[in-house]
């Protein structure tokens, strides 16, 4: 039985995992999300939108959102103990502590090297 649908449409209907990137593991993320064809994922709503022009001054960050905020690493204090470790940030606006449990050896010096840019 012939299809209904022009030729130029089936590359639609291919599955998510043609596409460059995407292999087993994350085609399956993607098909319980949107679906098995490259259709679904088109027709896919998102339900969220960051903005990630939007760059609040630490002290003004709205709560319980998230934000993309240009700081520089100020300090690394490494937990001792049950005591989590912490890297201190900030800019002009103010500072924040992230707070790192369990981090192992030397991972966050690494990460976070004192006086660069995140």
């Keep these: 039985m012939a299809t209904l649908r022009p030729s130029l449409l089936d590359p639609l209907f291919a599955s998510v995992q043609s596409l460059k990137g995407v292999g087993p593991k994350f085609a399956g993320l993607i098909e319980k999300l949107a679906g098995p064809r490259l259709a679904d994922l088109l027709y896919h709503k998102p339900f969220r939108v960051i903005e990630r022009l939007n760059n609040p001054p630490i002290l003004k960050a709205p ?4 934000v993309i905020l240009d ?5 690394v204090f490494p937990g001792q103990g049950s005591r989590p470790s912490r890297v201190r940030v900030g800019n002009d606006s103010g500072f924040l502590d992230l ?3 369990r981090a192992k050896g030397d ?11 995140r």
């Design 63 to 66: 709560t319980g959102e998230p």
């Design 99 to 101: 707070v790192f449990f």
């Design 107 to 117: 991972y966050l010096e690494r990460t976070f090297p004192v006086g660069e840019r």
């Design 71 to 75: 700081v520089e690493v100020q300090a």
